[in-house]
């Protein structure tokens, strides 16, 4: 039985609590994965001549190459932020470390937008990005965990999958903002206005939306499964410690589950849009359109995974999910090397099915495998592996790939078997639907 002390009403509404829960977990992620997918984007796009410049020069293919690897980088510091933000969150509660990562995530993205080029400092401008982007590796890596286990810890009986499903929405939410941002951009500047000064504006917007974000999750309550543990034990105990005494084998589940799905999106978030820009010769502008139309059904179908996995479980939502994209991965390419738009942007949605029914349950699933006293430190940290082993390097992965073979069907099958790993991970997880948050 859930412990979740908010129910519904007799009229059938949402009492106010749950509103403001649900919206603090969406606009935070929304807010940080729009910080996160600016960059992946920007690396697709702008950061090689600008950052990497006497090797975009000479060598731009792998110019591009060491780009997307920078995206990679950030993921490698996301188990560190996600064993101190889970830790400390487990002792000091979700709220509090949802704002820290917050605020630490917009500021790194803010200074982005203000660091100087290869062109004015040298060897200095791609390791000052680099940093940065440590930085947003390490508040990313803490934020998922808090704002999945604020929502699903709230959750009244039954509806942990669909409650869960919103800090998920705040990714796709990030990437339309981004995407848009970057199409509005590029349509109404010049590619050379662009270049210098225009790329610029979407890290800097990053300001605004934190103070935003901020005001929202200051306003929500701390989770009562939290409340309710602090309440049980008298003194403080070593989550971390205990997490890895008697929930390895979950921890290692968690990061397999996660390999495809990051891979996947990863590839939608930061490789599909350079591809058919440089490769096929589309249009910037309006593949950054129909990129950002695509990931409408992400948004649609992770939020239906979550809400059926609370009738139908999560394993068999995930698997699911799983045997379509590893279906899908290879045939999707002949449609966008078509070169048609309609036809990239129906490959890219018709994919968006598989992705959205591998992440609706994913925060429900992952919160209720773990004991209350670790669960932010298990979900963070297994989330965090997952990222590393599935979309850290996987635009770097497809472009070596391509580089390599000519042949863009070879990222398909790199994805399918992504997918099959993942699909047996989940399937050695026993259901959970329905399991006491407090045991």
């Given amino acids: 039985m859930s412990t979740a002390v908010n129910q519904p009403t007799q009229s059938g509404r949402m009492p106010s609590e749950e509103r403001r829960v649900l919206a603090g977990t969406l606009v935070g992620t929304s807010i940080e994965w729009y910080d996160f997918f600016i960059y992946a984007q920007a690396a697709g796009l702008v950061l090689a001549p600008l950052f990497l410049a006497p090797l975009a020069e000479s060598n731009p293919g792998l110019a591009q190459v060491l780009s997307f690897a920078t ?20 002792k000091m509660g979700r709220k509090k470390m949802l704002v820290f990562t917050l605020v630490m995530m917009g500021l790194s993205t803010a200074l982005i937008g203000v660091l100087p080029t290869y062109a004015a400092i040298g060897i200095a401008a791609p390791i000052l990005l680099i940093l940065l982007r440590i930085l947003q590796g390490f508040s990313a890596g803490g934020e998922w965990g ?17 409650f869960g499903a919103f800090p998920q929405i705040g990714v796709p939410i990030g990437m339309i903002l981004a995407t848009s941002t970057l199409w509005i951009l590029t349509s109404s500047k010049s590619p050379e206005a662009f270049m210098e000064w225009g790329w610029r504006i979407p890290f800097l917007l990053s300001i605004l939306l934190i103070v935003v974000g901020y005001l929202i999750r200051r306003a929500v309550e701390e989770s009562p499964v939290f409340e309710e543990l602090v309440r ?14 008697h929930n390895t084998k979950n921890v290692i589940l968690t990061a397999v589950i996660f390999i495809a799905n990051n891979a996947a999106g990863y590839l939608l978030i930061a490789y599909f849009s350079t591809y058919a820009v440089t490769v096929l010769g589309l249009d910037r502008p309006t593949v950054l359109l129909a990129t950002t139309l695509a990931s409408f059904g992400w948004l649609v179908f992770t939020l239906f995974g979550g809400r059926i996995s609370d009738r139908w479980g999560r394993i068999r ?34 994919m968006t099915f598989g992705l959205g029914l591998s992440y609706g349950p994913q925060a429900a699933l992952y919160a209720e495998m773990f004991p209350a006293n670790v669960r932010y ?32 069907w070879t990222i398909g099958v790199y994805i399918a078997i992504a997918s099959v790993i993942s699909l047996i991970g989940v399937s050695l997880v026993k259901e959970t639907k329905g399991r006491n948050l407090l045991d």
């Fill in 377 to 408: 430190s298990g979900v963070s940290i297994g989330y965090a592996l997952g990222a590393i082993l599935g979309g850290a390097f996987a635009p770097m992965i497809a472009e070596a790939l391509f580089s390599s073979t000519g042949q863009s």
């Fill in 232 to 245: 049980r034990r008298k003194e403080s105990s070593a989550p971390l410690g205990q997490l890895f005494r």
């Fill in 146 to 162: 808090g704002a999945a286990l604020m929502a699903v810890e709230h959750a009244p009986d039954g509806r942990r999958g669909f």
């Fill in 317 to 350: 939502t995930f698997q699911i999910g799983y045997v379509f994209l590893a279906l899908w991965a290879v045939p999707m390419w002949f449609l966008i090397d078509t070169g048609n738009i309609f036809w990239y942007f129906t490959a890219l949605f018709v």
């Fill in 71 to 90: 995206i990679g980088i950030s993921f490698l510091f996301r188990p560190l932020g996600a064993v101190v933000a889970g830790y400390l969150g487990d």
